[in-house]
């Protein structure tokens, strides 16, 4: 089941109130949500990201590394059990290599819904709520509490039609949990996160440095922002190592 999990995590690298206060509406949670982290402007400028950390599941330690070229390409790196698997991702195509995972030792194509689904892992703003031209409605349903933290909950549905429900810290504006649905094989999954740990980069903007979700927590324990990347890290390969006298899959350069 460790193993299992461990290729969920790869495709991915919670009732309301009544408030007795005037309340806002979703558009302007989100607007201050979005001052809060760093304001559109500075996640504009983030051009490349590569996060570090790890996760621990069942007394198994994980090393996770995550790195971004913006609107371009994603690979997840996975260390695990002595193997090194990974999750590569471009705007329309998708390649993963688990060999953890039972029948999954071979570069294997990811399916183009999955491959949509996935879109917002190429800009690291899709995923904590700060590209406003990516969402299509926004709406504020009430208010709840996230690990005793209050907060605003506002539901967002962005251009594909999917739809998440966003916990805003009624505090600091920051993001701590989000309920997403998205369809997957014409099956609708839901996928949860909690957000916690916040820290603000040089660059000026704020990331969270743990991410909770069902197979555990990961930990980022390094963020490099804007440093030079060797976009051979995107050519989906089988270390050489185990390719067992396979051909390697053609190589595919990644767009400009």
């Known amino acids: 089941m460790k193993i299992i999990k461990l290729t969920s995590l790869a495709l991915v690298l919670l009732v309301s109130g009544i408030s007795t206060v005037k309340a806002q509406n979703g558009e302007e949670i989100l607007t201050k949500h979005i001052t809060a ?3 559109t402007a500075k996640w504009d400028g983030i ?21 971004i070229l913006t609107d371009r ?33 071979k ?3 990811i399916p183009a ?3 949509k689904a996935s879109h917002d892992k190429l800009n690291m703003k899709g995923g904590y709520l700060v590209d406003r031209s990516k969402l299509k409605t926004v709406e504020y349903v009430g208010k709840d509490t996230v690990n005793s933290v209050p907060c605003y909950k506002i539901k967002v549905v962005d251009n594909e039609g999917n739809e998440q429900v966003a916990y805003i810290d009624m505090a600091t504006y920051y993001l701590v949990r989000s309920e997403l649905k998205v369809k997957v094989q014409d099956q609708e999954q839901e996928v949860d ?16 440095m743990t991410v909770s979700a ?24 089988v270390p050489a190592a185990t390719q067992d006298g396979e051909t390697e899959p053609p190589k595919k350069e990644i767009s400009k």
């Open 47 to 67: 051009k490349s990201a590569k996060m570090v950390g790890s996760m621990s599941m069942g007394g198994m330690e994980i090393s996770i590394t995550q790195t």
């Open 214 to 237: 069902a197979q555990g927590d990961i930990t980022f324990k390094s963020v490099e922002l804007n440093k030079p990347i060797d976009e051979k890290i995107f050519t989906p390969i």
């Open 73 to 105: 390409a994603m690979r997840m790196d996975i260390s695990a059990m002595g193997m090194n698997g990974y999750t590569i991702i471009t705007p329309n195509e998708g390649w993963m290599y688990m060999p953890f995972q039972p029948g999954m030792d």
């Open 193 to 208: 996160a909690s957000y916690s740990n916040f820290q603000k980069l040089p660059e000026g903007i704020v990331l969270p």
């Open 37 to 39: 982290v760093g304001g």
């Open 113 to 115: 819904d999955q491959i």
């Open 107 to 109: 570069v294997t194509p």
